[in-house]
């Protein structure tokens, strides 16, 4: 029998806001539900009608409003930026001191921060949470990276734990198995509060930007087993299936595996091989990148994943210059299995500087935002659930507890030693795909990103030195106390002048 008043509401039944609210009423919470268009609300309840908690259809936003239970619980999955805020002003008109709004989108954590503070000084409460694992995650567990006011997390905490992909207390490891209406038992949940305002989606966001890097490595690795030992895509399946069952167990190989097996269901050819190489982007890895350069935190494995999605998109300019450019003849000789054992070590090498720089500019943003967040959470939360979902980060975990204050990843004495293991191998694979023209970006920027955080002197004494020479910018000195600034009155002959 139906409650009075609901658990829980949710508002944008697009493909998310479904599977979200079928896992929250396969819970057993009551869950009221709102959409602009009414005909597809009542479609959407007419067609789960046996759901353990419950949903309740809403014409109305008053309506979905005067269903609710107090303090109200909205969550919002509508298309982000305006539309989100919106909603958030029709419901801000309508809720009461106390209530509060929960963006499940993929918003712009500067958004969230100014949200939270607006709606505050309304005697609202709002939490950002990161939603990730696509649309089979929302239905049968998510990993959720909730952000904003803690007391009202609280409020949110039975639910969100509930609905929260499980992994194994023990190894970590995702617990398979949820079914419509039969969700998983035990385990732990892949939720905890991220902190305040923006974390929870800040967080997200530079979990989408390792999801780039990520998805760059495999396809990088890809391009090296196709482009020098002429593999064919099922070789490659299979390949990637046993490199699941070891360091490299993950969502994303494992899809990748499933991929390269896959027939075209038109040609019977294989399935990659009439895809476009054209790679779309929704703009979360961009601003994480974006978001290292203005704090000036080193990612450029990040990075050259957004660029490489940018130049694939320039199809037409590629086919053009491929007829004009050329490149090397080289030739690999050697013994085929070494090779894909380079690349299997140059792959979880990179993904440990990918990884790296990720934490980084997290541990970078809680100084400039005053947050307090705990990277080993956040690396247990991302074990079940999201896309970058990995053993990997299993041992990540593990780094975290045993050294909370950790400045980088790689000094980590696990991670150190598989470098140490792997890192031959590496340079090995980026030297031969400068040498046969196969472009590996986000290989070669994890090598030369590690080079560069092992070196006790960089060549940037040259580079001040220039500053200095061209627009007195002055310099420090090895021999001083850091923080003195020097300027050489270099030859007015030797420098530009400028217009008068």
């Known amino acids: 029998m139906a409650k009075e008043l609901s658990d829980i509401g949710l508002i944008g039944l697009a ?25 597809k609300t009542d479609k959407f309840v007419a067609e789960n009608p046996s759901t353990p908690g419950g949903l309740v259809a809403a014409k109305t936003l008053e309506a979905f409003v005067a269903s609710l239970a107090k303090p109200r619980k909205a969550i919002i999955l509508v298309q982000a930026g305006r539309a989100t805020d919106a909603v958030i002003d029709g419901l801000a008109a309508l809720f009461e001191a106390g209530d509060i709004i929960i963006d499940g989108g993929n918003a ?14 309304k005697g609202l409460r709002f939490i950002g949470s990161g939603v990730s694992g696509g649309e089979e995650g929302a239905r049968f567990g998510p990993s959720l990276m909730p952000g904003g006011d803690k007391a009202a997390f609280k409020e949110l905490e039975p639910i969100w734990k509930a609905v929260a992909a499980k992994v194994d207390r023990k190894t970590g490891k995702p617990l398979e198995g949820a079914a419509p209406g039969k969700p998983v038992k035990g385990g732990v949940s892949c939720t905890t509060y991220i902190g305040e305002n923006g974390a929870g989606h800040y967080v997200k966001m530079v979990h989408n930007g390792i999801e780039y890097g990520d998805m760059q490595m495999i396809c990088e690795a890809y391009a090296l ?21 070891g360091a490299l167990d993950s969502f994303l190989i494992e899809i990748t595996a499933d991929i390269l097996k896959q027939k075209d269901p038109v040609t019977k050819k294989p399935f990659v091989d009439v895809v476009l190489d054209t790679a779309g982007q929704k703009g979360t890895g961009k601003w994480t990148s974006t978001n290292a350069l203005d704090m000036g935190v080193p990612a450029p494995t990040i990075a050259e994943a957004v660029f490489a999605r940018c130049i694939s998109a320039i199809k037409e300019e590629r086919v053009a210059a491929s007829k004009i450019l050329k490149g090397p003849k080289a030739k690999y000789k050697g013994s085929k299995k070494a090779l894909v054992k380079a690349i299997h070590d140059a792959l979880y090498c990179s993904k440990i500087c990918s990884y790296a720089q990720g934490f980084q500019l997290m541990r970078e943003a809680q100084k400039e935002y005053n947050w307090k967040l705990n990277f080993g959470q956040i690396a247990q939360i991302w074990r079940g659930g999201c896309i970058i979902r990995a053993a990997f980060l299993q041992k990540i ?11 980088n990843l790689l000094l980590d004495p696990y991670f150190n030693k598989m470098v140490q293991k792997a890192q031959a191998n590496w340079r090995k694979v980026v030297a031969l795909a400068a040498e046969c023209g196969v472009p590996a970006p986000t290989f070669s920027s994890s090598l030369a990103y590690y080079d560069s955080y092992r070196s006790a002197r960089l060549p940037a004494n040259l580079l001040q030195a220039q500053r200095d020479y061209f627009g007195a910018h002055t310099y420090e000195r090895v021999d001083q106390k850091r923080g003195k600034c020097y300027h050489i009155d270099w030859p007015e002959k030797t420098r530009p002048q400028l217009e008068a």
Do not use: C
């Not at 064919?232 to 299936?241: Q, Y």
């Not at 975990?397 to 400045?407: F, G, I, N, S, V």
């Open 15 to 39: 493909v998310m806001g479904q599977n979200l609210a079928l896992n929250i009423a396969d819970h057993g919470f009551q869950i009221s539900v709102y959409n602009r268009t009414t005909e």
């Open 397 to 407: 975990t593990e780094a975290y507890a045993r050294d909370p204050k950790l400045a």
């Open 225 to 245: 087993m196709q482009g020098i030992l002429g593999l064919k895509p099922a070789e490659m399946g299979d390949i990637f299936t046993k490199w699941n069952k």
């Open 108 to 121: 712009l954590w500067t958004d969230t921060i100014r949200r939270e503070k607006a709606l505050k000084e």
